[in-house]
């Protein structure tokens, strides 16, 4: 399970919704938050099926559109179907995260894929994910319909989903 850092996210960054005058206390939280996101750097990867991953991520209340929760970095591995193949996207939120979480070196982000997936009732679903620079060009000769095995980062929870940072792809398993 995740370790969950502060609290809260906003739409137009992290420190949005940081309580007004509270900030010496957010500082302090977030030195801790690094030193504890620098001791669990060995990220250990963890299978995962998609659909549970991204019903875990979803806020209880469905109107917290642009709230999330920052979290140490983790390291999953899972199934999923190309839906739509790279495509500039920015990454400022993501990049904010990895860094205020100490995840080092920094990747190199400009692209996100779609990926699909079934939930538990068996009804097709997607998800956006961001995936790194030095994976785009192998994507991009990859067909929308394949169906691959995943490696991310799994970088933040937000209500569309987990903020996933594809590293690697290769065969199903």
């Given at each position: ?31 801790a938050s ?18 549970d991953l ?120």
């Amino acid at each position: 399970m995740n370790k969950i850092l502060l609290g809260l996210i906003g739409a137009v960054g992290f420190a949005g919704v940081v309580g007004v005058g509270n900030v010496p206390a957010f500082r302090q939280a977030m030195a801790a938050s690094q030193s504890a996101a620098k001791q669990s750097a060995d990220l250990k990867l963890k299978d995962i099926k998609l659909a549970d991953l991204v019903t875990k991520a979803m806020p209880a209340d469905p109107k917290a559109s642009s709230v999330g929760i920052m979290l140490v970095p983790s390291l999953v591995r899972f199934n999923a179907t190309l839906l739509e193949g790279p495509k500039p996207q920015k990454a400022e939120k993501l990049l904010e995260s990895l860094a205020m979480m100490g995840f080092s070196p920094a990747p190199k982000v400009s692209q996100r894929i779609v990926l699909g997936y079934f939930d538990a009732k068996g009804k097709s679903q997607h998800i956006v994910a961001y995936i790194e620079d030095k994976a785009v060009p192998l994507m991009k000769t990859k067909s929308v319909g394949d169906a691959f095995e995943f490696t991310a980062v799994h970088a933040y929870n937000f209500s569309r989903g987990p903020g996933l940072l594809v590293m690697a792809f290769g065969p199903p398993k």
